[in-house]
């Protein structure tokens, strides 16, 4: 074979590379093989570090694995002495050179190749013999030119190797991107729908603010009238006890029709007072849930919760409507009122859409372990199994556009899980569907404390 023979060997084996990887692999395969060296191992300069990359012979155990890979600093023995100096060498004897570094594998000569690019280091080529003095000035020759091939390919490597590592940051940078951008889009959605919400509650604020005072008066004159009345009707017990009133005027006042009259008065005025409490509690609630009031953590029950929600939605629930209450007596919850209400004003408000004429709607809150349970169950339409997966993602309705716009049980699931560290479980069956929030008494000795107070 003649050199130059072994050379052009060499630069086809080259050739075939696709990566860094094959092509280390390739120059340390082709120099062991076509220079009849027992082994060959191939070091990479990274950061003035010289990486053992690839082997031929006792180094290479299997198919592309080093065996006891080394690290050797650009300096020290003499591969990183060659590095340094940028000077091939011979070692005829390895046991006369202070320099050798003995590995598992020491052999009795060497030679040791810079490749070099640009006046850099670039790595080396480094051979060992089991033989004395196995290495003369023409593979040094043979083999520095051979380095000399191999150092462009390997720089244009290691560079399309930067690239794709680039490329591949990019891709993947990339998809991130478009994920924030869908983030960013969604966010923007339920911001508007916020928006939106924060006029309609300005608007329905305005209005309770307005009911507010005529509502003040109405109740203050009703009971100024209840006192009148009472007045007049102890007048009307002095005039019967007169003893010489006209026959013909008491019986007027004894008749069935002024006794019913005054039955009546009393309780139409009963009546009203009652219908304008309900209004005042309906109006104070609507303030304190359109002004939010109640940003941060507080305990408080949950009952006195159901029974807001239910006064919120007083103006939903028909009269042919079955509400069925069954409210057992619990520890405080630690949590964000206003928000937990808001969660069952949408809940309940939903099995109010879901049912007809005539409907069941049952809340039942109960205890069970560490947490509060609320079960809000309804015989209405019932939800779809291909549904049931959906309906916690924002905007997911089945509803009319004006009627639903797909948020209500996003915002609860966020509120509950979220905020609240509890849960939402929801079954539907062709008999009845159930929502049940479970929320955490965060201090279960505390509560129970508590609830032993309260009895
Ligand atoms: N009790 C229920 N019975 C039947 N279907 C229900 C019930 N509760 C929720 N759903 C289904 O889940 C969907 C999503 O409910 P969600 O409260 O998130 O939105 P929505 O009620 O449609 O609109 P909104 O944003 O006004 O609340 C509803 O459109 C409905 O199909
Ligand atoms: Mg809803």
Request: proline share 2%; glycine share 6%.
């Amino acid at each position: 074979m003649t050199e130059l023979y072994k050379i052009g060997q060499f630069a086809a084996a080259m050739l075939n590379a696709a990566t860094l990887d094959d092509l280390l692999w390739s120059i340390a395969n082709s120099i062991g093989k076509t220079l009849g060296f027992d082994n060959c191992v191939i070091y990479l300069n990274v950061d003035e570090l010289l990486i053992q990359k690839s082997a031929f012979g006792i180094k290479n155990s299997q198919k592309r694995t080093l065996l006891n890979s080394i690290i050797i600093p650009v300096g020290q023995g003499i591969v990183g002495a060659v590095a340094q100096s940028r000077e091939a060498e011979i070692i005829a004897d390895t046991r006369l050179d202070p320099r050798y570094i003995h590995d598992k594998f020491s052999g009795r000569s060497e030679i040791t190749v810079p490749i070099i690019y640009e006046n850099k280091t670039l790595g080396i080529i480094d051979s060992e013999s089991a033989k004395h003095n196995a290495f003369d000035n023409s593979d040094k020759e043979l083999l520095q030119i051979i380095a000399n091939i191999a150092a462009p390919r390997i720089v244009s490597a290691l560079y399309s190797s930067t690239l794709d590592k680039t490329q591949r940051q990019l891709e993947k940078t990339n998809v991130k991107l478009k994920n924030s951008l869908y983030k960013l889009k969604k966010n923007q959605e339920i911001l508007i729908h916020s928006e939106k919400m924060a006029s309609i509650g300005l608007l329905a604020a305005g209005v309770a603010h307005e009911i507010n005072n005529p509502l003040g008066f109405s109740i203050s004159n009703l009971s100024f009238f209840g006192d009148y009345y009472d007045n007049i009707k102890s007048m009307h017990q002095t005039l019967l006890s007169h003893k010489e009133l006209p026959a013909e005027l008491r019986n007027k006042l004894l008749s069935d029709d002024y006794s019913h009259t005054i039955e009546e008065i009393e309780n139409i005025v009963e009546e009203t007072n009652g219908g304008l409490l309900r209004i005042k509690n309906i109006v104070s609630d609507l303030c304190g849930y359109i002004r939010n009031e109640d940003r941060g953590f507080s305990n408080f029950n949950i009952n006195d919760g159901i029974k807001t929600a239910l006064n919120m939605l007083r103006g939903e629930i028909d009269n042919d409507l079955n509400l069925e209450l069954t409210l057992e007596n619990l520890p405080n919850i630690y949590g964000n009122k206003s928000k937990i209400h808001q969660v069952f004003v949408n809940i309940i408000l939903n099995a109010l859409q879901a049912t007809e004429k005539n409907g069941l709607i049952k809340v039942k809150t109960y205890r069970s372990n560490n947490h509060a349970c609320i079960d809000v169950t309804d015989n209405g339409a019932g939800i779809d199994d291909k549904d049931l997966k959906n309906i916690f993602t924002p905007f997911f309705t089945t509803k009319s556009v004006n009627k639903g716009t797909g948020l209500g049980l996003f915002i609860c699931h966020r509120i509950i899980t979220e905020e609240h560290t509890g849960r939402i479980l929801v079954s539907s069956n062709n008999k009845e569907t159930t929502f049940c929030i479970m929320l955490p008494f965060l201090n279960a000795n505390r509560q129970l404390k508590e609830l032993e107070l309260q009895y």
